[in-house]
C-alpha cells in the first residue's frame, strides 16, 4: 500500500526563514507490515515517483503489486480492472514489473483487505511530535531514526520485528 500520510510535519525551512510543512510518502507491505516513510516538500507526481524508487531500494526489491488511493498525482480516473493512472506513474510501474491497482472509491482508506495498514505510520509521526526540527534534513533524519525504531521494535504479543518478518516471510517474494 502506498499513499501520502494524512498529517503533515512541521519543520523550519531555512529557505524560506519560517516554519513549513512536510507531506509523508508512505509504504507499507502487507505480511510483514514494514514500513518505508520518506518527507517530502510536495505531493507532486515527482516527489510521488521518488517516494516508490526510494522505498523500492529500502526493501531490497518490488512488489509484484501496489495500492495507492486515488490521489491526483498517481491516477487519473480509477478502475480495478482498467485503471488510468498518470502516464509517468504507469511507465515507472512497467519499468520495475509491478502492477498498480487503485483502491476503488468506497474501499479507499481501508486497504486491500479492509485495514489501513497506512494508519501505523502514525507511529512514526508520534515520535516526532514533541521534537524542534529545525531544517528539512534534520526532518529527514529524525523521520528514518524513528523508521528504524518502529520497524525494529518487537511486535505487539509477538518476538519478532517488522524486519524479521519481512526477512523470513516477505523478502524473497519480491521482484528485484
Known amino acids: 500500500e502506498v499513499d501520502w500520510a494524512g498529517a503533515r510535519i512541521a519543520f523550519f525551512d531555512a529557505e524560506s526563514g519560517k516554519m513549513s510543512q512536510a507531506s509523508l510518502f508512505v509504504a507499507v507491505l502487507p505480511c510483514s507490515g514494514i514500513i518505508y516513510a520518506e518527507p517530502f516538500r510536495d505531493q507532486k507526481l515527482p516527489s510521488w515517483i521518488t517516494g516508490h ?15 495507492p488511493d486515488n490521489l491526483k498525482s498517481g491516477v487519473k480516473r480509477s478502475d480495478f480492472y482498467e485503471p488510468d ?46 521534537i524542534r526540527i529545525l531544517s528539512f534534513p534534520d526532518l529527514q533524519q529524525h523521520v528514518r531514526t524513528a523508521l528504524e525504531h518502529v520497524n525494529s521494535a518487537p511486535l505487539t504479543g509477538k518476538s519478532e520485528s517488522r524486519w524479521t518478518s519481512f526477512l523470513a516471510e516477505e523478502k524473497d517474494f519480491l521482484l528485484p
Do not use: H, S
Open 85 to 130: 493512472l498518470n502516464r509517468t506513474y504507469q511507465e515507472m510501474a512497467a519499468y520495475y514489473g509491478t502492477v498498480i491497482l487503485p483502491l476503488e472509491p468506497q474501499t479507499q482508506g481501508q486497504g486491500v483487505r479492509g485495514k489501513r495498514r497506512i494508519d501505523f505510520v502514525v507511529k512514526i509521526i508520534a515520535k516526532l511530535r514533541n
Open 53 to 67: 524508487v526510494n522505498a523500492f531500494q529500502y526493501f531490497g526489491g518490488v512488489p509484484q503489486d501496489g495500492y
